[in-house]
């Protein structure tokens, strides 16, 4: 079986086909984006592409290139610093070179599309499958690392659209053992870009993180869009329980909650990516507004350097790094999905995992459950 090919904002692009969900990834960096969920039933993309697609001008960043959706970055950040003799693009070659499509298969109700690439930074081979379940509106995503040696950050990278209005989106996580600002300046205004973070400041909770200013001293990141005209990072660490940690992000006028599900034993750290309309360089020219919800294992964006080395995350406890072996594999299993709700649910509270099925409850008492198999998580298998 042969996925459908077709150019979708500018790229050329695999696609496949349930009945609930249609999903579209780019052949240039394995960029996920058109996803859509519910696609007979009040359809719903929640996933952003850079406003450059539709230009014609040179993007000297291969990583945005196709900038778009939900990517593997391996390692993930940037890399201007050599580490052991290895120069990495931004994110890494998964991220911004050529795949290779295997096949795509369609078995017990399950519809996959899986890619390969063969790195040359740092030899080995990653292979990525896509899955699709039958009345599921959640996309599988399994990396498969082979060859490798050494220390490395990597992680997926979903970017999340924004609407316009202030506090339309809102966001919540699972318990977390601390979060923390970025260790150093992120948005250099020398650089015309701006931040209302502080810097190298830890928090507790999302809704009262640090900001530069004194006045509020504090910023909520739990709704969005908010500090329009800047751009910001923040990391929260979550550490292995008898559940998956979680990410959600409700959009009540819309109808839906998106979610993210993964095991925090392998990606510890989700970074939270806040554009705000805060960077005027190009391609970005000030007009970007969207959000990264970023689940990985790695020190902040700072790269493989960084996250080698000893650093404040790894004196914490936190890991940095996943140590890679040629002689055995290491998969990387992650989830995504959307689920609709009912007027009134505003955000989410709390979550329950039974066999199969996820339950999100609202600080309202209003419940929603979803078809996932969760146990993916663990197993890699549908």
């Known amino acids: 079986m042969k996925p459908t090919?077709?150019?979708?904002?500018?790229?050329?692009?695999?696609?496949?086909?349930?009945?609930?969900?249609?999903?579209?990834?780019?052949?240039?960096?394995?960029?996920?984006?058109?996803?859509?969920?519910?696609r007979n039933a009040g359809p719903v993309q929640p996933y952003y592409i850079s406003p450059w697609q539709y230009e014609k001008r040179e993007i000297a960043d291969p990583v945005l290139r196709p900038a778009r959706g939900d990517f593997f970055c391996m390692p993930f950040g940037a890399n201007g610093q050599t580490y052991r003799g290895e120069t990495h693009l931004c994110h890494g070659e998964p991220a911004s070179a050529k795949w290779n499509c295997l096949c795509a298969a369609r078995c017990g109700g399950v519809t996959s599309v899986t890619l390969r690439m063969k790195t040359k930074v740092r030899p080995g081979e990653v292979t990525k499958t896509l899955s699709l379940v039958d009345g599921h509106n959640v996309v599988y995503c399994r990396q498969v690392l082979e060859g490798f040696s050494g220390k490395m950050?990597?992680?997926?990278?979903?970017?999340?659209?924004?609407?316009?209005?202030?506090?339309?989106?809102?966001?919540?996580?699972?318990?977390?053992?601390?979060?923390?600002?970025?260790?150093?300046?992120?948005?250099?205004?020398?650089?015309?870009?701006?931040?209302?973070?502080?810097?190298?400041?830890?928090?507790?909770?999302?809704?009262?993180?640090?900001?530069?200013?004194?006045?509020?001293?504090?910023g909520d990141c739990t709704a969005f869009p908010a500090r329009t005209g800047f751009v910001d990072l923040l990391s929260v660490f979550k550490t292995p329980g008898d559940t998956p940690a979680w990410m959600t992000a409700t959009d009540s006028e819309q109808g839906y909650l998106w979610f993210s599900l993964k095991d925090p034993a392998v990606l510890p750290a989700t970074v939270m990516w806040i554009s705000n309309h805060g960077r005027h360089g190009a391609p970005w020219d000030g007009r970007n507004r969207c959000l990264g919800i970023e689940d990985v294992c790695a020190h902040f964006a700072d790269g493989l350097a960084a996250s080698a080395r000893p650093n404040v995350l790894t004196a914490a406890g936190v890991p940095?790094?996943?140590?890679?072996?040629?002689?055995?594999?290491?998969?990387?299993?992650?989830?995504?999905?959307?689920?609709?709700?009912?007027?009134?649910?505003?955000?989410?509270?709390?979550?329950?995992?039974?066999?199969?099925?996820?339950t999100f409850v609202s600080p309202t008492g209003k419940r929603v459950t979803a078809e996932v198999n969760h146990e993916f998580l663990q197993t890699g298998r549908l």
Do not use: C
């Open 153 to 218: 950050p990597l992680g997926h990278h979903a970017i999340l659209s924004v609407r316009e209005k202030e506090g339309s989106l809102r966001v919540a996580s699972s318990k977390f053992r601390f979060g923390m600002t970025a260790p150093s300046l992120f948005a250099n205004p020398a650089d015309r870009e701006y931040q209302s973070f502080a810097v190298n400041k830890t928090f507790r909770d999302l809704s009262r993180v640090p900001l530069l200013w004194k006045d509020p001293p504090y």
């Open 320 to 358: 940095t790094v996943i140590n890679l072996s040629a002689k055995r594999p290491t998969a990387v299993n992650f989830i995504q999905g959307l689920t609709k709700v009912p007027r009134g649910f505003t955000t989410v509270e709390a979550v329950e995992f039974a066999p199969g099925t996820v």
């Open 5 to 38: 090919v077709k150019t979708i904002a500018s790229q050329p692009s695999w696609v496949i086909r349930s009945k609930q969900v249609e999903l579209a990834v780019t052949q240039l960096g394995g960029h996920m984006a058109p996803v859509t969920f519910y």
